[in-house]
């Protein structure tokens, strides 16, 4: 099936140092939301997105949705540990199913205590 | 705990026996997803109930695949005849409101022999 372009595909960081990585699509999408999944676990929300342009915060994690429609970011400053895991973005494309999330094929962030 | 649930967490069957999973979605979310994720990808979208009705069907839900929600809250998906390929997490997720943000179950393992 369709899925989103997601980079870097893996990052291996040092304790402390800040974290970005991107989406973008090849279409028009009206919601981003970015998840992070633990080995064995199902993916947690994090961040939901839903105009153009739009910055958001979580803590230490901030993401946009891009100008264009067609791409997504997600800092994670400041990082630790327990950031370990993989993250994860999702969309909704216009005309698309109100159901149906695409999703990147993830960002395995790896961090050095 | 009120997140979605699923069971079992972990399943493993042979070649050509019927497996059956349970999703309970968090009270009161009106639409619930299924998803299935292989090693080293993104969930990709099965199918998606608003209540008790079945409104898409993606084209990986294969005429083996059936899933229910006969009274709008629990979901279970059954696999006839499973086959190797169908080795994967299964993910369900529930929403509700406009914003429709997704969250997701801890997954059902399945491992077919």
């Known amino acids: 099936g369709q899925q989103l372009n997601q980079s870097p595909q893996s990052m291996f960081i040092q304790e402390g140092e800040d974290v970005s990585m991107n989406c973008t699509s090849s279409s028009i999408f009206n919601t981003w939301l970015w998840y992070k999944q633990d080995p064995g676990e199902g993916p947690v929300l994090l961040i939901a997105l839903y105009k153009a342009g739009e910055l958001t915060s979580n803590g230490r994690l901030t993401a946009q949705f891009g100008i264009t429609r067609k791409d997504s970011f997600l800092n994670i400053s400041a990082s630790i540990p327990s950031d370990v895991g993989i993250y994860f973005c999702a969309g909704r494309n216009y005309g698309g199913s109100q159901g149906n999330l695409i999703f990147g094929k993830g960002t395995k962030l790896s961090v050095k205590p | 705990d009120t997140g979605v649930s699923q069971d079992p967490r972990h399943k493993i069957t042979k070649r050509g026996q019927n497996v059956t999973f349970r999703c309970d979605p968090i009270?009161?979310?009106?639409?619930l997803y299924w998803y299935r994720q292989t090693l080293g990808q993104g969930p990709e979208f099965l199918t998606y109930f608003q209540n008790e009705a079945q409104l898409e069907k993606s084209r990986l839900l294969s005429d083996r695949f059936s899933a229910e929600r006969p009274k709008g809250s629990f979901s279970t998906l059954e696999i006839q005849r499973t086959e190797q390929g169908d080795s994967a997490m299964y993910l369900c997720?529930?929403?509700?409101?406009?914003?429709?943000?997704?969250?997701f179950g801890p997954g059902t393992r399945l491992t077919v022999l």
């Open positions: 997720a529930s929403s509700a409101g406009l914003n429709n943000e997704q969250f």
């Open positions: 009270s009161e979310h009106n639409r």
